[in-house]
């Protein structure tokens, strides 16, 4: 039996930009992506601390230190540049991986630097 698990963890990211008119996803910056184990293109899940919003996106790779967030397409009506959020990912695993799975979790401060990574 597969189960579904958090993989990884981007927590308190700061939106640093909107762009409705982009074709969806979330941009991210390439260091927080490589850092956490997320790959381009993944399907992530997105919840707002500030008004509560939830949705599912796609990543995208942003330049690497640019410590830029951009929430893009549809997504940019779900929040506004200085919105902490978390940018989560799901994996499925089998019993035997359960066992040794461990949440990696990057937590940032309000300039997207990386504070804590366990």
């Known amino acids: 039996m597969l189960r579904r698990f958090a993989l990884a963890k981007i927590h308190r990211a700061t939106v640093t930009s909107v762009d409705l008119n982009y074709e969806g996803s ?9 850092r956490c184990g997320m ?10 601390i500030n ?8 990543l995208q790779k942003l330049p690497a230190g640019s ?14 540049p200085g919105d902490r ?8 695993l089998n019993e ?3 066992a040794h799975h461990h949440l990696r979790v990057l937590l940032l401060d309000e300039e997207n630097r990386i504070v804590e990574e366990c």
């Open 85 to 92: 959020i978390i940018i989560l990912t799901y994996g499925c």
């Open 67 to 80: 410590r830029q967030i951009c929430l893009n397409g549809a997504a940019a009506r779900l929040g506004a």
């Open 26 to 34: 979330i941009g991210v910056d390439s260091e927080l992506i490589e």
């Open 51 to 58: 008004n509560g919003n939830r949705f599912d996106t796609y």
């Open 39 to 48: 790959l381009p293109g993944e399907m992530v899940s997105i919840f707002n």
């Open 96 to 98: 035997g991986e359960t």
